[in-house]
């Protein structure tokens, strides 16, 4: 059964700061990864897909990258702001096969104080 | 606007009323899912519709009753819940997981 693990739990960081959240999962067999945000209150919006064949994903300040052998992926967050206050979560999906019913970790909460 | 649409926003009944949620994709997707996220807790899966077949039923009580009419809506019948039940329930689609998952906003439920 994957488990997925995100770490750290909670964040506190001053503005301007570059991060990585780290997500490790335990089933290398993987079809692709993603990582979400969650505004408190608010629905899951997506950050990035990795495909399994891909090593890394970029969309402005933000980089994932995808070590699949190790079961490692992190999100860098270059020069932090407080509006990217949140909860940071991975998804995980199973190699295709018939199941696509993703593991989720249970989030990094990330406070960026100015 | 992710493309998945979810209503109400937020639902306020009684523990003898009975009420739907529905949410609404037009992405195209194949696969529908239900997740119920209390306070401080992890997503939980609860449902999930591929090709508007029920694939998933992860131990939810009875009294939540899903239904998929067709590929693009999906809608939770809820009866005679629980307070604990109170939660942000999440509708995501995907078609079947090849391009990720989209959710919707979700709908806040108290239940009092």
């Known amino acids: 059964k994957q488990e997925v693990t995100q770490i750290p739990a909670a964040l506190s960081v001053p503005e301007g700061e570059n991060l990585v959240l780290n997500c490790s999962f335990t089933?290398?067999?993987?079809?692709?990864l993603q990582w979400f945000r969650q505004d408190p209150g608010k629905g899951l919006t997506s950050l990035l897909l990795?495909?399994?064949?891909?090593r890394e994903q970029t969309s402005g300040r933000l980089n994932a990258s995808l070590d699949k052998s190790s079961g490692r992926s992190t999100l860098y967050i270059a020069a932090s702001q407080p509006g990217d206050s949140a909860t940071y979560l991975c998804?995980?999906?199973?190699?295709?096969?018939?199941?696509?019913?993703?593991?989720f970790g249970r989030g990094t909460s990330l406070i960026v104080h100015p | 606007e992710t493309g998945v649409t979810q209503t109400p926003r937020h639902l306020v009944m009684g523990m003898t009323n009975k009420k739907s949620l529905k949410c609404e994709q037009h992405?195209?997707?194949?696969?529908m899912y239900w997740y119920k996220q209390s306070a401080k807790k992890p997503l939980e899966l609860m449902f999930v519709y591929s090709l508007e077949e029920r694939v998933e039923n992860n131990s939810v009580p009875s009294r939540f009753s899903p239904e998929c009419p067709n590929s693009s809506h999906l809608f939770l019948h809820l009866h005679t819940l629980q307070p604990e039940d109170s939660a942000l329930y999440l509708c995501?689609?995907?078609?079947?997981?090849?391009?990720?998952?989209?959710f919707g906003s979700g709908t806040r439920l108290t239940v009092v």
């Open positions: 998804a995980v999906n199973p190699a295709s096969g018939g199941s696509y019913i993703p593991t």
């Open positions: 995501a689609s995907s078609q079947q997981g090849a391009y990720g998952y989209t």
């Open positions: 089933d290398s067999a993987i079809y692709n």
């Open positions: 992405l195209g997707h194949n696969a």
């Open positions: 990795i495909q399994s064949s891909q």
